[in-house]
């Protein structure tokens, strides 16, 4: 009964249809983890939802950065300049499928292999069991009566470093921003959401998440996405899998055996774009 993690689909329904394919899945059986962005940027976001909600049991999904601004959109958000998310937001089945979304967790463990997965990354304080406490706290805030009023002071990058004192909004935005949006640290543990770039190109002082000093995590495998530029998937060292491999870019989207590490990829279908950059 193997689990298989799969990153960033972002809409790419096709390629989502070629790897659970190629996976051979066996629904009554193996289980699917979606790391998150399952929808906006690529062209049939709805589609994408469907098929993972048809999934039933066999899937768990999280959520991911794109699919939180989803929710502020439909909550009465403003829409980005490049969203895809018109045709979804006016099906006949959107308020389902949206109920079904906000419900998703942050992060999940996988009690076999003890894998912790999130969308983004970990501040470098947090030890696995406090990212999935902090994970579920922020969850009922995004999912209860408070929802709505959190997703709309959702976006912005302060607090900028974890202190167990943070309370309210601060601390759900710190725990969301994290969970959701980090790449990089700071030598002093805070976050810097900015950069996009590939390891080895960051401004000086600057830090993968993942390779921060100390970081309280060390010692857990962690499965992540939202890093398209990354370079690879497996980063021995660091114990940790990154796998956003750009099927919206023109890359591929990838799936992780995670009892074995063995990767599945498909192609993408989607033109290379020349002037964008990932988000």
């Known amino acids: 009964m193997p689990s298989y993690a799969i990153g960033d689909v972002q809409g790419c329904h096709a390629e989502l249809v070629d790897l659970l394919e190629a996976l051979h899945l066996d629904r009554p059986c193996d289980r699917v983890i979606f790391g998150g962005d399952l929808v ?37 958000g403003k829409p980005g300049r490049r969203d895809t998310l018109t045709t979804l937001l006016a099906a006949s089945d959107c308020d389902e499928l949206l109920d079904w979304l906000i419900a998703r967790p942050l992060a999940w463990l996988h009690p076999q292999t ?106 857990t495998p962690i499965v992540f996405g939202h890093w398209s530029t990354l370079g690879k998937v497996h980063w021995a060292a660091e114990q940790v899998h990154g796998l956003d491999t750009g099927c919206i870019w023109g890359g591929r989207l990838t799936a992780l055996n995670l009892d074995t590490g063995a990767l599945t990829q498909v192609a993408s279908r989607q033109p290379r774009p020349l002037d964008l950059e990932p988000d």
Request: charged letters at 20%; aromatic letters at 6%.
């Open 40 to 76: 906006n940027r690529g062209p049939a976001s709805l589609e994408v939802l469907r098929l993972v909600h048809e999934l039933g049991p066999a899937a768990t999904a999280l959520l991911g950065n794109h699919d939180l601004h989803l929710l502020a959109v439909a909550n009465g």
């Open 114 to 219: 003890g894998t912790l997965l999130v969308h983004a990354g970990l501040a470098p304080q947090w030890t696995a069991g406090q990212t999935l406490e902090l994970a579920q706290e922020a969850s009922e805030v995004i999912s209860g009566r408070g929802g709505r009023r959190f997703l709309s002071r959702m976006y912005g990058d302060e607090p900028q470093i974890w202190n167990d004192r943070l309370r309210g909004t601060d601390r759900t935005r710190f725990v969301v921003n994290c969970l959701t949006r980090l790449r990089y640290c700071r030598d002093d543990g805070s976050l810097d959401l900015r950069p996009k770039t590939a390891p080895g190109h960051q401004a000086r002082g600057l830090r993968p998440w993942f390779q921060v000093p100390g970081r309280a995590s060390l010692g």
